[in-house]
T-cell receptor, first 110, second 115 residues
Framework: GQNIDQPTEMTATEGAIVQINCTYQ??????LFWYQQHAGEAPTFLSY????GLEEKGRFSSFLSRSKGYSYLLLKELQMKDSASYLC???????????FGKGTRLSVIA | NAGVMQNPRHLVRRRGQEARLRCSPM?????VYWYRQLPEEGLKFMVY????????ESGMPKERFSAEFPKEGPSILRIQQVVRGDSAAYFC?????????????FGPGTRLTVL
């Protein structure tokens, strides 16, 4: 089965950099997703990693180490609107139903 | 291109009533997934459907819950005889193909409140 662990809450200052970690255990790896979810809204796709290394997309970057079962999401130049929950997820085997972590609630303060 | 649509956005039911939640996937998407999110909890997979087929319902409670995705029309998640513990946000997602590399696009969710 799959198991995903990420911190429950984090706080960071506007303009700073924050790293949100995710560790996973899965019986067959088919990539790892990061989603952003603002309170009361739908999750929106941020990134997908299937190979080791860092993928950069604007202010957001995502890193994967398959041998360590570890990923992180890096947010730079934090803005107030980045206050949201960040969800780490892996697909179950060959199908795409996703197994989500409980999410990390990020609060950006002035 | 419209995104995933869900209705109603908010649904209030009394204990024992039925709840019907609808999901229209993105145009060109034939795979639909239903997830449930309890307050302060992560998203939990419930059921995965293609047109007229249930592919994986391992996350759905055996009793009171059912889902369908007919040839024509939206996917329906049906909860019979609702109980307070069914109060949650129910999200539908769709993807174009059923492989692990494809992003799932989420609808805005239906927030079910059981009184």
């Amino acid at each position: 089965g799959q198991n995903i662990d990420q911190p429950t809450e984090m706080t960071a200052t506007e303009g700073a950099i924050v790293q949100i970690n995710c560790t996973y255990q899965t019986s067959g790896f088919n990539g790892l997703f990061w989603y952003q979810q603002h309170a009361g809204e739908a999750p929106t796709f941020l990134s997908y990693n299937v190979l080791d290394g860092l993928e950069e997309k604007g202010r957001f970057s995502s890193f994967l180490s398959r041998s360590k079962g570890y990923s992180y999401l890096l947010l730079k130049e934090l803005q107030m609107k980045d206050s949201a929950s960040y969800l780490c997820a892996v697909p179950r085997g060959g199908n795409t139903p996703l197994v989500f972590g409980k999410g990390t609630r990020l609060s950006v303060i002035a | 291109n419209a995104g995933v649509m869900q209705n109603p956005r908010h649904l209030v039911r009394r204990r024992g009533q039925e709840a019907r939640l609808r999901c229209s996937p993105m145009k060109g998407h034939s795979h639909v997934y239903w997830y449930r999110q309890l307050p302060e909890e992560g998203l939990k997979f419930m059921v995965y459907l293609q047109k007229e087929n249930i592919i994986d319902e391992s996350g759905m409670p055996k009793e009171r819950f059912s889902a369908e995705f007919p040839k024509e029309g939206p996917s329906i998640l049906r909860i019979q005889q609702v109980v307070r513990g069914d109060s949650a946000a129910y999200f539908c997602a769709s993807s174009p193909v059923g492989t692990g590399s494809n992003e799932q696009f989420f609808g805005p969710g239906t927030r079910l409140t059981v009184l």
